[in-house]
């Protein structure tokens, strides 16, 4: 026990010392959520618009209120002559512009239609794609607000329901995709550099001549990073709920068993890849591309994974992370329980044995 | 103590040959020493008796515990000290000592008399890191690691490289005083001068032991005449002496040219002659006891004509 604790101090020293590893601890998963939060975003709101109101009536007035009103869109200014705004969208001040025609009123009621001109800035696509959608809905709402009374014969109506994550924030989505991410980072990279920098300084030598037992240098090796991993856990969900409001529906302690068990695996494979390099170049590269890059692209995390080619697909089966983010996911939206996602955790479970395994019969008690 | 019985290590699947058929025994409380330049196989040699390397054929044996079934108790009872400084850089001098101490399952205060004497030259010390140490300070460091469990042997892989002319006498010091302790110390080293200071030597070069005496008898087996010799133009001497009839060894011994003869009734006047003869000047020539180093080439001499033949 003695023996435990010596080791397990010596290893908070060296990361406590290390400027670089406590970057990457404790700063990049700050750094992390916050840029997935804020930066890439696929979620419209407050964007610049410019309206020509060529009729200044009743109707315009409340469609020009009802999308101000909405929250996504926020009126720049007011315009008179169609250079205007092309000098508008030029100097980037608005992201889109609304014509509305002359007698906008009259035409409406005289001849059942009127036209409003939508211009977007579609340097962005997606975005552009999105306000215009977002603005068409609005007046699409609006006009039915007027049609209430009357009968249409013959339409059919579409209505969606985005279950989950009603609003469609992304942030949402990129909160357990970056967990996963973190984790991997944290335990598997960081616990692989660490072992092999005693193999490269030479300390293992001397640790190996020592009656340290296997088990006794690998746990005391990874012990400091699952306390620090589950600390990165809880402050990556303590920062999507109070940032991003994100709520948290199922169980936070599921929540949290089922990253303990991610955490394991990662661990795990830390230690398999330290056993089979002996620099921390190298170390460092094969977490970077057999670990960090899988997880990005091939755990749903970004791409979805139904969009794959089936060769991919069929990859993804393989990738760890793919299982804890489903079931993170589940947990944090759906507020799914253990029966919801034991599919999920029991795949992630048989991993983590099968790496634990591994690795502590991989682990060399020699020199080679 | 230590008994190594025809053991043999190679590299790369057989094509790089570090020990070749050994045999060595070491008696318990000696200090032995292993001479040899670099690339003779000493620390593959030590690499297995600590049991971090498995040997081709052969056994190795320490106190009868053989150094691959039993490495779990091998690694009980030796201390090692690899010939990097293998201690953590960013720990301070007290905390690595502190690590050692509980990771061989004791405290700094249980064996401390047996560091006192190494241990209080560093104290002053104690609170810098490790890495920020000078190299003679280090090894004081790594030896007082590797002795605060007091084992039963030390074995230092040239614990004296790198380190400046007092740090390694004040070291070779501690290691007699350590031996009067009752510890068995087996120490490789690629300077001669250090082979006087230990109880036998072992001579090894290029995976092969060429003799296992004690230093004086080494020596005293040595059954030619030595000479030291320096002129004005060293480089043409080099040349010149190696066309003298009957030469055995000449080679560079600091300020002088170390020459033998197989003709062991040679004269100093001889020598003188035929350098005359060649045009040097300022020549100077003296016969001289040889040291081990002398021993050294001759044995290695030896070896390298057998193995041509």
């Known amino acids: 026990m003695n023996r435990f604790k010596a080791f397990v101090r010596k ?55 009802k999308l101000l009103g909405s929250g996504y869109f926020k009126l720049v200014k007011n315009i008179d002559n169609e250079q205007e705004i092309y000098e508008a969208f030029k100097k980037g001040e608005i992201k889109e512009a609304l014509i509305f025609e002359n007698n906008f009123s009259k035409n409406l009621n005289t001849k059942n239609n009127a036209d409003i001109q939508i211009i977007t800035d579609a340097s962005d696509p997606n975005i552009a794609n999105l306000i215009v959608s977002y603005t068409s809905a609005i007046v699409y709402s609006y006009t039915s607000e007027l049609n209430a009374n009357l009968k249409i014969p013959m339409q059919i109506k579409t209505e969606s329901t985005m279950l989950y994550n009603s609003e469609m924030k992304s942030v949402f989505m990129f909160v357990p995709g970056t967990m996963a991410m973190i984790l991997m980072l944290v335990s598997a990279m960081i616990t692989s550099i660490a072992i092999t920098r005693e193999k490269e300084l030479g300390t293992m030598e001397v640790l190996l001549v020592s009656p340290l037992k296997v088990s006794q240098i690998i746990i005391g090796k990874v012990a400091p990073y699952v306390v620090l ?135 060399k008690i020699r020199l080679e | 103590m230590v008994k190594v019985e025809n053991l043999t290590k190679t590299y790369d699947k057989g094509s790089i040959k570090a020990l070749k058929n050994i045999n060595l025994s070491v008696e ?129 892989d040239e614990p004296t490289t790198g380190v400046d002319a007092v740090s390694r006498k004040e070291f070779w010091d501690m290691l007699k005083k350590l031996k009067k302790e009752g510890i068995t110390i087996l120490v490789s080293t690629p300077y001669m001068d250090e082979a006087s200071l230990c109880d036998r030597i072992a001579l090894i070069q290029n995976g092969e032991i060429l003799s296992v005496n004690e230093p004086q008898n080494i020596i005293n087996q040595f059954n030619r005449k030595l000479f030291a010799i320096r002129a004005s133009n060293m480089y043409q001497l080099m040349q010149d002496l190696k066309r003298f009839e009957n030469l055995n060894t000449v080679f560079l011994f600091g300020q002088f040219v170390h020459f033998t003869s197989n003709n062991r009734e040679i004269l100093e006047s001889d020598i003188y002659s035929f350098l005359e003869l060649n045009n040097h000047s300022d020549i100077f020539i003296q016969e001289i006891e040889p040291t081990i180093e002398d021993c050294f080439m001759e044995f290695a001499k030896v070896e390298n004509s057998f193995e041509k033949h």
Not at chain 1, 14 to 39: A, E, N
Not at chain 2, 82 to 95: C, I, M, N, W
Not at chain 2, 111 to 138: H, V
Request: glycine content about 6%; hydrophobic content about 50%.
């Open chain 1, 11 to 65: 290893e908070f020293y060296h990361i406590f010392r290390d400027k670089r590893t406590m970057l990457i601890l404790f700063g990049m998963p700050v750094v992390q959520i916050l840029l997935f939060g804020f930066v890439i975003t696929t979620e419209i709101k407050d964007v610049e618009i410019a309206v020509w109101d060529k009729s200044k009536d009743e109707v315009t007035q409340n469609i020009t209120n």
């Open chain 1, 229 to 363: 991993s589950i600390i990165n856990v809880i402050t990556i969900i303590a920062l999507a709920m109070s940032i991003f409001h994100m709520p948290i529906v199922g169980s936070l302690s599921l929540l949290i068993g089922v990253s303990i068990l991610f955490i394991f695996m990662a661990l795990a494979l830390g230690i398999l890849i330290s056993t089979v390099t002996n620099d921390q170049q190298t170390a460092m590269m094969i977490s970077m591309f057999a670990l960090m890059l899988p997880t990005i692209l091939l755990s749903g995390f970004i791409f979805p994974i139904e969009n794959m080619p089936k060769i991919l697909q069929w990859l993804t089966i393989i990738i760890p992370p793919k299982y804890y983010i489903n079931a993170i996911k589940d947990i944090m939206l759906k507020g799914s329980d253990l029966s919801y996602i034991w599919k999920d955790v029991a795949v992630l479970l048989a991993m983590t044995l099968i790496l634990i395994g591994l690795s502590i019969k991989k682990f």
């Open chain 2, 28 to 156: 318990k409380g000696e200090l032995f020493g292993l001479i040899g330049p670099d690339g003779a196989g000493k620390t593959s040699l030590f690499r297995i008796l600590t049991s971090l390397l498995i040997p081709d054929s052969g056994t190795a044996q320490i106190m009868n515990y053989d150094c691959v079934k039993d490495y779990k108790e091998i690694r009980k009872i030796t201390g090692y000290m690899p010939g990097k400084f293998s201690l953590y850089q960013d720990l301070s001098v007290e905390e690595n000592l502190t690590f050692f101490a509980s990771v061989f399952g004791t405290s700094v205060e249980e064996n401390y008399y047996l560091i006192k004497d190494i241990y209080t030259q560093i104290e002053p010390f104690k609170k810098r890191l490790a890495g920020k140490l000078s190299g003679g300070m280090k090894q004081k460091l790594a030896l007082s690691c590797a002795l605060i469990h007091k084992p039963e042997i030390l074995i230092l």
